[in-house]
């Protein structure tokens, strides 16, 4: 890290985008006495957002197989924020588990992956009861944890509002009629300021049956991508989540088949559960997968966040108020024009 000079302390700040991204900056400048409204053009229900469409995995250790180390570095300092700002986030850690012909890949992954127990079948039967007899072995992840996308958003909406932050639904805003500080936490739409920036789609399927419990999201080892089933309670489960290089928002025939025969997978009694839900989101990636905080004068650009939007939200808005309030600079996400 070192220092730079920085826009007042005291300029009011508009933040663009109420996502995660931008809540998650909207609440602790806001806790730290900043004078804070946050635009988004949609409305509360925030369909809009990519975050509506995500799992809510915070999931630092698993994420390791597949992402540079200062995700998990970031994701790591993540879940503290959200322990210290939620304290009831479920952290009842993820369970990894794998089809015996996929056996190769569950050792790579558990090779790749550091923070987890490996469990015989007897254990992963005491951590999840419903999947006695299904699976030989798992990865148990004990401090990984989960959060619930469409009631965290709003939880963190209510937590600015009682931080003294402004919230504006329904606000299109454009940065140059806003005063004082900008941090743009636009997403997909900030294409105009972020060269390269381009939307990864996730498809995922919910779905709802009393025939089955979980405690923790489970991820089932998949020869092309990581394909998970996330508790959502009241019997609901969220089927996630295919990566594909596309920006359509559609589901496909064989996306569905491949989350649904997941499902069944874990469990065959997910064969008679009800679908409730198919969707999908564009996640804002640059070229690299990794996200970036860009600071220009009185601009802030905070973007892709990728598939880690949840994991790695809080830590971001830590540096961006460390960088407001004593000019620190974190090399590997920070870019100063
Ligand atoms: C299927 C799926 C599963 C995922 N699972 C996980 C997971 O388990 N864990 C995890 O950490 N991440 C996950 N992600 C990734 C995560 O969803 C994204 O990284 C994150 O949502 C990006 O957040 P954001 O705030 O940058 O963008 P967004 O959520 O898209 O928010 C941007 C907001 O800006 C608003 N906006 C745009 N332009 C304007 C304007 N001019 N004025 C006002 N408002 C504006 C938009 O309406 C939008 O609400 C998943 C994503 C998908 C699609």
């Given at each position: 890290m070192f220092q730079t000079s920085r826009p007042r302390g005291d300029s009011p700040v508009s933040i663009i985008g109420a996502g995660i991204a931008g809540a998650w900056h909207a609440l602790l400048l806001a806790d730290a006495g900043r004078s804070v409204t946050l635009h988004e053009?949609?409305?509360?229900?925030?369909?809009?957002?990519t975050s509506h469409w995500a799992g809510g995995m915070l999931a630092p250790w698993c994420e390791a197989e597949g992402a540079e180390p200062v995700i998990s570095r970031l994701g790591i300092r993540s879940l503290d924020l959200w322990r210290q700002h939620f304290p009831k986030t479920p952290f009842n850690g993820s369970l990894v588990v794998a089809h015996p012909r996929d056996r190769a890949d569950f050792e790579r992954f558990a090779r790749m992956t550091s923070g987890h127990r490996r469990l015989d079948a007897q254990g992963v039967r005491e951590l999840e009861p419903s999947l006695e007899g299904r699976f030989r072995e798992g990865l148990f992840y004990p401090d990984e944890g989960h959060v619930e996308p469409r009631r965290v958003l709003p939880q963190l909406h209510d937590a600015i509002t009682r931080a003294g932050g402004a919230i504006r639904f329904g606000s299109d805003a454009e940065a140059t009629d806003l005063d004082g500080l900008v941090i743009d936490?636009?997403?997909?739409?900030a294409r105009d300021r972020a060269p390269g920036l381009r939307g990864v789609k996730g498809e995922m399927i919910i779905i709802e049956t009393s025939e089955v419990e979980l405690a923790r999201p489970v991820r089932l080892i998949h020869p092309r991508w990581p394909l998970y089933v996330i508790p959502r309670g009241d019997g609901r489960f969220m089927l996630g989540a295919t990566s594909i290089?596309?920006?359509?928002t559609g589901v496909s025939v064989r996306s569905a088949l491949e989350l649904l025969g997941a499902a069944y997978v874990v469990h065959?009694?997910?064969?008679e559960a009800r679908i409730v839900e198919l969707g999908a989101g564009l996640r804002p990636a640059f070229p690299d997968n990794l996200p970036r905080i860009r600071i220009e004068q009185e601009r802030i650009t905070v973007n892709g966040?990728?598939?880690h939007g949840f994991l790695l939200a809080p830590a971001l808005a830590e540096l961006t108020l460390a960088y407001l309030s004593r000019?620190?600079?974190?090399?590997?996400?920070m870019q100063c024009a």
């Open positions: 053009r949609s409305d509360a229900a925030m369909t809009e957002s936490c636009r997403g997909l739409a290089e596309a920006e359509d065959p009694a997910f064969g966040l990728y598939r000019g620190e600079i974190d090399n590997e996400v």
